[in-house]
């Protein structure tokens, strides 16, 4: 919860137990645990840093987000599986 009231001081809005609405409206999901994956200090030497909304976040290469939401396998995860099958399809077809 560090993460969550260290947000809340900076002026979030706490709208469920992990999640944050930052003064800007952006929506942050605190995760703390990454089922399905190795430990969090493993799988983050994978992670590609990116530009968002002006911020650098670490991302996580999408056969590993797919393999965590296989793992869950909450009805919103199988769709997002498909989604991320399809993505990763256009990527082996076109390099991009």
Same mark, same amino acid.
């Given at each position: 919860?560090?993460? *969550?009231?260290?947000?809340?001081? #900076? @002026?979030?809005?706490?709208?469920r137990n992990t999640?944050? %609405? &930052? *003064?800007? @409206?952006?929506?942050?999901? =605190? +995760?703390?645990? *990454?089922? @399905?994956?190795?430990? =969090?200090? !493993?799988?983050?030497? $994978?992670? !590609? /840093?990116? /530009?968002?909304?002006?911020? %650098?976040?670490? +991302? &996580?290469?999408?056969? &590993?987000?797919? $393999? #965590? ?8 995860d199988l769709l997002h599986i $498909?989604?991320?099958?399809? !993505?990763?399809?256009?990527? !082996?077809?076109?390099? $991009?």
């Open positions: 919860m560090k993460a *969550v009231n260290i947000a809340v001081q #900076s @002026g979030a809005q706490v709208v999640v944050v %609405e &930052l *003064v800007d @409206g952006t929506l942050v999901n =605190f +995760v703390y645990e *990454v089922t @399905g994956l190795p430990e =969090f200090a !493993r799988v983050i030497k $994978k992670a !590609r /840093k990116m /530009k968002w909304n002006g911020m %650098e976040v670490a +991302v &996580l290469p999408l056969e &590993l987000i797919k $393999k #965590s939401k296989a793992a869950i396998r909450r009805p919103k $498909k989604l991320i099958e399809q !993505r990763l399809a256009v990527i !082996r077809k076109t390099g $991009k």
